[in-house]
């Protein structure tokens, strides 16, 4: 038998003489649990709206996107997109022009990022999946329409209701700029909204959606695009979107940039991983402090317990196996608090992951707050919360052995 896990766990529910002891330690008990269950929940409302944001801007955001490593054009041409074209975990791919231009719209102006798009996109895309008012629809017959984010077109009064036209300007490539008369040197097309797309904040705020063509005319293109997007098959792993990467950047070569989701984001998705480690490092820390309960009730413990410590070691018992008896008892009050914790966290999150029983406020994209249950989180928490416990228990234990040897 383990003889100090067995006097440990004999003073853990033992009366002790001083019954506040009994109730700092049922506190700290408590708290440990609380403070368990929060990390647990919390982390998984954030990987709920972590998982949403991500799944929006995948909507957007092409799986793999090639530039220009110099310059902002090029033509998309040649065997490698044949290759690509012709790989299985390819669905679809299309060009893209995107460029900075000036806007005015029923006598509003405004700089916007427009995005000009082929057939395929208009078809294929996810945005649709998106819009808010009329329709994603850049054609009607010979007429050019565009769709706008929600909260540009909420500053600039665009409908798609209203026969206003939206009119696109950009400096002229092809002429020298007039100081008697600057507009000749300007180049402007005409589209028509026709719908009104909301998927994040930043995109809503900046981005247009046009017809390729549009584009091409209002930067005098020919068949340069900016931008070639890959969107790929259902069940893709991200080891398979790696190789597909760096398959096509070997291929193509260094004038080119070949991006997956990450590369494209990267600030933002870092940006996700610190907050979510800032949470992390902000709850354990409200749990350390809770531990320090254990601190009060252990060293109290020992003050209690110093005529059985000293006939333990007059037995023959060495001071290293008495330590561990009274850390074991510390350790045993945050396990006890974990358990609760880990139980009831994870309990409310899979009620929120099945139910929704909390519900959002205001007119949200989701009804209820999303929550994912990590088994990560879950295990990276259990170890913290244990490890704190640990550290927690080992300190009075020394200070109190220190100043009785002192």
């Given at each position: ?88 975990i ?16 029923d ?12 057939w ?23 007429v050019p ?7 540009l ?16 300007y950009?400096?002229?490539r ?43 005319e209002l ?32 291929r ?22 610190y907050?979510k ?32 410590i ?77 490890a ?19």
């Amino acid at each position: 038998m383990n003889l100090p896990f067995f006097f440990a766990w004999r003073y853990l529910f033992a009366k002790k003489s001083h019954n506040v002891i009994n109730i700092i330690s049922a506190i700290s008990a408590v708290g440990m649990a609380i403070g368990t269950a929060a990390l647990v929940i919390i982390l998984s409302i954030y990987n709920g709206f972590d998982s949403l944001v991500k799944s929006m801007l995948n909507d957007f955001d092409p799986d793999i996107l090639i530039t220009p490593a110099e310059g902002k054009a090029f033509v998309p041409e040649g065997p490698v997109y044949d290759w690509i074209y012709e790989q299985d975990i390819v669905k679809n791919m299309c060009c893209v022009i995107t460029e900075n231009v000036f806007i005015n719209y029923d006598g509003r102006q405004g700089m916007v990022t427009a995005k000009g798009v082929d057939w395929v996109y208009e078809e294929e895309s996810p945005v649709r999946d998106h819009i808010r008012a009329g329709e994603f629809s850049l054609h009607r017959g010979d007429v050019p329409l565009a769709v706008a984010g929600g909260t540009l077109a909420y500053r600039m009064g665009i409908n798609p209701r209203f026969l206003s036209p939206i009119e696109l300007y950009f400096p002229s490539r092809g002429r020298n700029l007039s100081l008697t008369n600057p507009l000749a040197s300007i180049e402007s097309v005409n589209v028509w909204p026709s719908g009104i797309f909301s998927i994040s904040s930043e995109i809503d705020d900046r981005y247009i959606i046009v017809p390729i063509d549009v584009m091409k005319e209002l930067l005098e293109y020919e068949n340069e695009v900016t931008g070639v997007e890959l969107r790929l098959a259902d069940g893709h792993s991200q080891k398979d979107v790696k190789t597909l990467v760096k398959e096509i950047s070997e291929r193509l070569g260094p004038e080119y940039v070949v991006s997956d989701r990450f590369a494209q984001n990267k600030a933002l998705y870092k940006m996700m991983k610190y907050e979510k480690l800032s949470i992390f490092s902000i709850l354990i820390f409200m749990v350390i402090i809770i531990a320090f309960n254990i601190f009060g009730s252990l060293t109290m413990l020992i003050i209690e317990k110093s005529d059985d410590i000293g006939t333990l070691m007059s037995m023959g018992m060495r001071e290293s196996m008495v330590k561990r008896i009274f850390v074991l008892e510390g350790w045993m009050i945050s396990l006890l608090g974990l358990a609760a914790g880990l139980a009831l966290g994870i309990a409310i999150s899979l009620l929120q992951m099945h139910f929704g029983f909390v519900k959002m406020p205001g007119n949200f994209v989701v009804q209820a707050y999303p929550v994912i249950l990590s088994a990560s989180d879950v295990i990276i928490t259990a170890a913290s919360v244990a490890a704190v416990g640990w550290i927690i228990a080992k300190l009075p234990v020394e200070i109190m052995a220190k100043k009785n040897r002192c």
